[in-house]
């Protein structure tokens, strides 16, 4: 798995027994494994992976958005005692309950709720088991990789106007390697991610309107913070240079 960046915003083995022991729930052991080592941040662009919460499902008792019946793995009221350890893009939740052997998933937009095994070895697998699972996927989507949350990150907006010039917006991606040296490339119809460990981020391609860049990076590492600034300066440059204009 690609790790952005190196500057992880962690959770002690200490918060999660707490939490254990609080509310009588017992947190996968991938799951605490990885909240150790790697912290909350995304997950290959889709699962926001988040230290426990026993608040966040709450206020969701007072609508009627799953369905209950005897059938239903938990009930209204055993929803608010559900603890949420993560939130897909989509809205889709992920929690345990101290009465359910597995995770709970509950989705954004469907009225069933589902339980998905977490015997997996690493928290990795367990999240593209229920990717490929509920989106019905053969395999995930892409190369696995771990966006973490931090203080660090610093974003930089472009307007690309190329296709007034007749520059397609994935011919200026395709451009980009000869230019910069990448760690991982990630690109479908709609998108375009280049990633460099060096300056702790990516350049992302908007294909699907065609008019944004974004580019993330973190400068602060003392003593690389140098070097990947200079790097920073540089893809600057060359996006001015192709059509992208600063958006304030």
Request: hydrophobic share 35%; aromatic share 14%; net charge negative.
């Amino acid at each position: 798995m690609y790790t952005v960046s190196r500057v992880f915003k962690t959770v002690s083995h200490h918060e999660l027994q707490q939490m254990e022991q609080q509310h009588s729930v017992c947190l996968p052991l991938a799951y605490q494994s990885w909240m150790q080592q790697y912290g909350e941040g995304t997950y290959s662009g889709w699962m926001n992976i988040q230290r426990p919460d026993s608040e966040v499902l709450k206020p969701f008792a007072e609508y009627d958005l799953w369905e209950h019946t005897e059938e239903t793995v938990i009930s209204l009221h055993q929803l608010q005692e559900c603890i949420s350890i993560g939130s897909s893009v989509d809205g889709d939740f992920l929690a345990v309950h101290a009465d359910v052997e597995g995770l709970i998933w509950l989705p954004r937009h469907d009225e069933q709720i589902s339980v998905w095994p977490s015997h997996h070895e690493s928290f990795a697998e367990i999240l593209d088991h229920i990717y490929c699972g509920y989106y019905r996927r053969d395999e995930p989507s892409g190369p696995a990789y771990f966006e973490p949350w931090n203080e660090e990150r610093q974003h930089i907006f472009y307007h690309f106007t190329g296709k007034e010039h007749g520059v397609s917006m994935k011919e200026l991606a395709d451009l980009c390697p000869s230019h910069f040296s990448w760690d991982l490339v990630i690109e479908n119809e709609y998108t375009c991610m280049l990633f460099q460990s060096g300056i702790g981020g990516y350049v992302r391609f908007n294909y699907a309107y065609e008019r944004e860049i974004a580019l993330f990076y973190e400068t602060n590492h003392p003593t690389e913070a140098q070097e990947a600034q200079k790097q920073v300066q540089e893809i600057q440059q060359f996006l001015q240079a192709h059509h992208c204009t600063l958006q304030e």
